[in-house]
T-cell receptor, first 114, second 115 residues
Framework: ETGVTQTPRHLVMGMTNKKSLKCEQH?????MYWYKQSAKKPLELMFVYSLEERVENNSVPSRFSPECPNSSHLFLHLHTLQPEDSALYLCASSSGLAGYNEQFFGPGTRLTVL | GNSVTQMEGPVTLSEEAFLTINCTYTATGYPSLFWYVQYPGEGLQLLLKATKADDKGSNKGFEATYRKETTSFHLEKGSVQVSDSAVYFCALSDDGRGGSEKLVFGKGTKLTVNP
């Protein structure tokens, strides 16, 4: 595997379910990101981790809970979601080195909340 | 705060037409500027970037020049192909904390190229 991978690619869940999204990067990067992409809205940055420490939390509801056990893996734990949380969730990584600010994105998980 | 404004889509062109997608930004300091492309069913891919004023980023026939005087980073291609159909996002870097980099994105412009 190369680049940034995300699983599952598609997820349908009820409002009372608990599920997790997984992201893995094979690039040796130190920073990882979760974004939400909804129709007709700009990309929303949700969380940022640098060296496994959360450095950004953009007023995201507590029903979204991130976890970064090591610099290669990032999870987004979901519970009691709402239908308006249906969106494409994108993971990205970057080197974390000054001047190397390109982010590499995974293919996303298409989430539908019923 | 920093922001990016790009032209609203959708944009529909015929093959071999000239493409311009406008992007302007508001920022303090000296951000890097990016164009990302998202093909159907995929994540975002970096198309090109420019890190300082007057830099020109280029890739796959696409070009954009970092214009500090007009705070712009317009995307251009001389002759589009059907395979260029995608959503294009303009973005700027915003210093993150702890070695991370925040990207501020525009809303995206959907391009459809017809044969």
């Amino acid at each position: 595997e190369t680049g940034v991978t995300q699983t599952p690619r598609h997820l349908v869940m009820g409002m009372t379910n608990k599920k997790s999204l997984k992201c893995e990067q094979h690039l040796g990067h130190n920073a990882m990101y979760w974004y939400k992409q909804s129709a007709k809205k700009p990309l929303e940055l949700m969380f940022v981790y640098s060296l496994e420490e959360r450095v950004e939390n953009n007023s995201v509801p507590s029903r979204f809970s991130p976890e970064c056990p090591n610099s290669s893996h990032l999870f987004l734990h979901l519970h009691t979601l709402q239908p308006e949380d249906s969106a494409l969730y994108l993971c990205a990584s970057s080197s974390g080195l000054a001047g190397y600010n390109e982010q590499f994105f995974g293919p996303g998980t298409r989430l539908t909340v019923l | 705060g920093n922001s990016v404004t790009q032209m609203e889509g959708p944009v529909t062109l015929s093959e071999e037409a000239f493409l311009t997608i406008n992007c302007t930004y508001t920022a303090t300091g000296y951000p890097s500027l990016f164009w990302y492309v998202q093909y159907p069913g995929e994540g975002l891919q970096l198309l090109l970037k420019a890190t300082k004023a007057d830099d020109k980023g280029s890739n796959k026939g696409f070009e954009a020049t970092y214009r500090k005087e007009t705070t712009s980073f317009h995307l251009e291609k001389g002759s589009v192909q059907v395979s260029d159909s995608a959503v294009y996002f303009c973005a700027l870097s915003d210093d993150g904390r702890g070695g991370s980099e925040k990207l501020v994105f525009g809303k995206g412009t959907k391009l459809t190229v017809n044969p």
